[in-house]
């Protein structure tokens, strides 16, 4: 068989790591047509045949492609919640920060400062309900990332996986730019601007 080798080593190197794949079999399959472990669990006996595999071959062939091909986006669902959890826990310790610096003012800038402190607390309430918006859009965001990383993981390998993980933290991290929350100072400032 006089199949076109691959220049591309990574797909020789995916295929390679399927069990009984050596470099000629690599080749043939590679040659076929099937580069991905998605191609060969779902390619058929008749085109295996084709390639140059025995019956025997392919079977477990395909059986162990379709077992790694099922991993890929198994590892990248569980990285995405793991990012979700990570920004929900940054977000919740913010607005809890903001109402300890509101509660721990001293009782005469209290008493002074009664309308502010007012004022202030609507601002927080505000900047509280804004936080919540982008935390639900950094996991939406992150919903739909996943839910696209298990689509094209079922069509490409563990490297187009690691890098929708790392597409999906950026997206988390900028979501969680988003959420900075305003210092005492700048509440206090508002509140005796309005």
């Known amino acids: 068989m006089s199949g076109k080798k ?3 080593k990574s797909t020789f190197n995916t295929l390679t790591s399927l ?15 099937y580069t991905t472990f998605a191609k060969v669990a779902h390619a058929s006996m008749k085109g295996l045949a084709a390639a140059g595999l025995s019956e025997s071959l392919s079977r477990k062939i395909v059986a162990a492609a379709g077992n790694k091909a099922k991993k890929v986006p ?11 959890s990570t920004a929900s826990t940054k977000v919740k310790k913010t607005v809890s920060k903001a109402k300890k610096v509101v509660i721990n003012k001293s009782a005469a800038t209290k008493k002074r400062n009664a309308a502010a402190t007012k004022k202030a607390r609507a601002i927080a309430t505000v900047t509280k309900a804004t936080s919540k918006k982008a935390l639900t859009k950094a996991k939406t965001s992150v ?5 696209k990383a298990k689509s094209t993981a079922k ?15 950026k997206a988390v991290d900028s ?12 509440i206090i400032r508002r509140a005796r601007n309005q």
């Not at 569980?78 to 990012?83: E, F, G, I, L």
């Not at 069509?155 to 933290?169: F, L, N, R, S």
């Open 6 to 8: 691959s220049d591309d």
């Open 155 to 169: 069509k490409t390998t563990k490297k187009v996986a690691k890098k929708t993980v790392t597409t999906t933290k």
């Open 74 to 84: 198994a590892k990248a669902k569980a990285a995405s919640k793991k990012v979700v």
């Open 175 to 186: 979501g969680r730019k988003m959420i900075k929350s305003p210092s005492l100072a700048d």
């Open 19 to 33: 069990p009984r794949v050596g470099k000629i079999t690599a080749e043939k399959l590679i040659a076929a047509g």
């Open 143 to 147: 919903t739909i990332s996943a839910s």
